[in-house]
T-cell receptor, first 114, second 109 residues
Framework: GAGVSQSPSNKVTEKGKDVELRCDPISGHTALYWYRQRLGQGLEFLIYFQGNSAPDKSGLPSDRFSAERTGESVSTLTIQRTQQEDSAVYLC????????????FGPGTRLLVL | GQNIDQPTEMTATEGAIVQINCTYQTSGFNGLFWYQQHAGEAPTFLSYNVLDGLEEKGRFSSFLSRSKGYSYLLLKELQMKDSASYLCAVVDSNYQLIWGAGTKLIIKP
């Protein structure tokens, strides 16, 4: 497909379990972003990948959160030992080059931690 | 610190015009985005301003004044489908993207 895809679309997990969320950016986009959005709230920046540069991890809320990206393709966001407060929609976006470019968002993964 | 301010919620009538304001205090400026987000969906791009002035795209226009740290999104001939949140985001001098919390726009018939 032409857009950003994310999987799974929905995830229900028990408190304390680890989860892995996947993002497939638009082909050719070197920049990739992860955001968290709690119900009724704005976007919360988590992490930014730009080409082969070191990622900007300044938004990760705790050391339970980590993300990887393989080259300029797929990224995975991992949340270890999930907590109920982690329940949110996790959005991935990609842009052509950098933060000055339009971001195209995926549909998000809705995570519910019981 | 860095700050983006938008009204939390606005209400307007179908067919009318509404202006959503965004003010920002950031360390430098390298452009301002407006995104639209319908409930339960991902944000979609509306506009990007980096120079002062008004950019018009159909029913939507976006204005920027860098000296005032101010932008607005103008929506004309409002339709029910325009009910959504509108997010303002600024690229600062370090090329970090700072997001506002969004303005929820409610359109009434």
């Amino acid at each position: 497909g032409a857009g950003v895809s994310q999987s799974p679309s929905n995830k229900v997990t028990e408190k304390g379990k680890d989860v892995e969320l996947r993002c497939d950016p638009i082909s050719g986009h070197t920049a990739l972003y992860w955001y968290r959005q709690r119900l009724g709230q704005g976007l919360e920046f988590l992490i930014y990948f730009q080409g082969n540069s070191a990622p900007d991890k300044s938004g990760l809320p705790s050391d339970r959160f980590s993300a990887e990206r393989t080259g300029e393709s797929v990224s995975t966001l991992t949340i270890q030992r999930t907590q109920q407060e982690d329940s949110a929609v996790y959005l991935c976006a990609s842009s052509l080059v950098d933060r000055q470019e339009t971001q195209y968002f995926g549909p998000g993964t809705r995570l519910l931690v019981l | 610190g860095q700050n983006i301010d938008q009204p939390t919620e606005m209400t307007a009538t179908e067919g009318a015009i509404v202006q959503i304001n965004c003010t920002y205090q950031t360390s430098g400026f390298n452009g301002l985005f407006w995104y639209q987000q319908h409930a339960g969906e991902a944000p979609t791009f509306l506009s990007y301003n980096v120079l002062d002035g008004l950019e018009e795209k159909g029913r939507f226009s976006s204005f920027l004044s860098r000296s005032k740290g101010y932008s607005y999104l103008l929506l004309k001939e409002l339709q029910m489908k325009d009910s959504a949140s509108y997010l303002c985001a600024v690229v600062d001098s370090n090329y970090q993207l700072i997001w506002g919390a969004g303005t929820k726009l409610i359109i009434k018939p």
